[in-house]
C-alpha cells in the first residue's frame, strides 16, 4: 500500500489537539487518531524584589523571590544565599515558602538572617533556580553587600610592630606610617587629618601622603582594601602626633577613627 506523510509545524506555545483519519479510493474510512502535546520553549521567569543588583545595603535586608511558569516544577524551585568574603560559612539563612498559585511560588528571605551585627557585614550572593515539565530552565544571581558599620582601620606591615605596641611608642627619628582601611564596599570619599600637639591640619594627597587601592587577593577576602602610606616627611619636628582618618562608603557609612599616634 501506499504511505503518506504529512509535516504539521507547531512553532507557538501552547496546548494542542488534533485529529486524523483518512479514506482510500474505494471509500474505505480509517479510524480516528488523535493526540494531544503542548509545546513549551519560554523559560521560567524570576524576580527580586527588596535588593538591587550590586547594592550596598545599611538597613532591614530581606528579599523576596518570585518564580513563576504555567507548567513550573515545584520541586526545582529554590534560592539560596552564600556569603563571598568568607569561605566556608556556616551560618543559616531563614526563608519562608508562599504559593502564588497559577504556577508561581515566592520564596521569602526573611530579615532575621542578617541580624544587625558587625559580623553580619559582608558580601553576599542570592541565587534562584527554577525549570518547568518541558525542560526550560532559568538561573538568576544576583550580588549585594550588608554594611551598616563602615570601614574598619588597621596599621599594617611594620608600621603595625610598633605601632601596636602595648605601651606608647616613642621614635627617635620619623618614619613611614601605613595604614589600611577595610571596607565591604568602595570608599571614595576620605580625607587624613594629621594632629602635632593638639594643632590639626589636613593632609593632601600626594604630598603628605599616597592612597592607593589593593588589587583582590587572599588577603582581601572581596573586601575593599586601601593602603595610605604617610609619607615619613610630615613628622620631622619633634612632637606628640595623631592620625584621623574620616571617610565615607557606598552604603553611606561615614567611619572616623584616631588611628596613629607618635
Not at 49 to 71: C, F, I, Q, T
Not at 84 to 112: F, T, W
Not at 134 to 149: C, M
Not at 217 to 228: C, I, L, S
Amino acid at each position: 500500500g501506499d504511505t503518506h506523510t504529512a509535516s504539521l509545524p507547531f512553532s507557538e506555545d501552547g496546548d494542542y489537539r488534533f485529529l486524523l483519519a483518512c479514506a482510500d479510493r474505494a471509500g474505505n474510512k480509517s479510524g480516528e487518531a488523535a493526540a494531544e502535546f503542548s509545546v513549551d520553549r519560554t523559560p521560567p521567569s524570576i524576580e527580586i524584589l527588596g535588593l538591587e543588583p550590586d547594592s550596598a545595603n545599611r538597613g532591614e535586608v530581606g528579599a523576596e523571590v518570585r518564580l513563576a511558569d504555567k507548567r513550573l516544577i515545584p520541586e526545582t524551585a529554590a534560592v539560596e544565599v552564600a556569603r563571598l568574603d568568607q569561605e566556608g560559612e556556616k551560618r543559616r539563612y531563614r526563608y519562608q515558602e508562599l504559593s502564588g498559585g497559577g504556577g508561581e511560588i515566592v520564596k521569602k528571605l526573611l530579615p532575621e538572617s542578617f541580624p544587625e551585627t558587625e559580623e553580619a557585614d559582608g558580601l553576599y550572593v542570592l541565587r534562584a533556580a527554577g525549570e518547568d515539565r518541558a525542560g526550560n530552565r532559568t538561573e538568576r544571581e544576583l550580588l549585594f553587600s550588608v554594611n551598616r558599620y563602615g570601614s574598619v582601620f588597621a596599621a599594617a606591615g611594620e608600621t603595625g610592630e610598633w605601632l601596636g605596641a602595648e605601651t606608647y611608642p616613642y621614635l627617635p627619628e620619623e618614619r613611614e606610617v601605613v595604614i589600611r582601611e577595610y571596607n565591604v564596599d568602595p570608599v571614595e570619599d576620605f580625607q587624613v587629618s594629621l594632629s602635632r600637639n593638639g594643632a590639626v591640619g589636613l593632609l593632601s594627597e600626594g604630598k603628605g601622603f599616597q592612597r592607593k587601592a589593593l588589587s583582590e587577593g587572599a588577603d582581601t577576602a572581596g573586601w575593599k582594601v586601601y593602603e595610605y602610606r604617610i609619607r615619613k616627611e610630615v613628622f620631622e619636628q619633634e612632637g606628640d602626633y595623631e592620625l584621623l582618618f574620616h571617610s565615607m562608603d557606598r552604603a553611606g557609612n561615614r567611619t572616623g577613627n584616631g588611628s596613629a599616634r607618635n
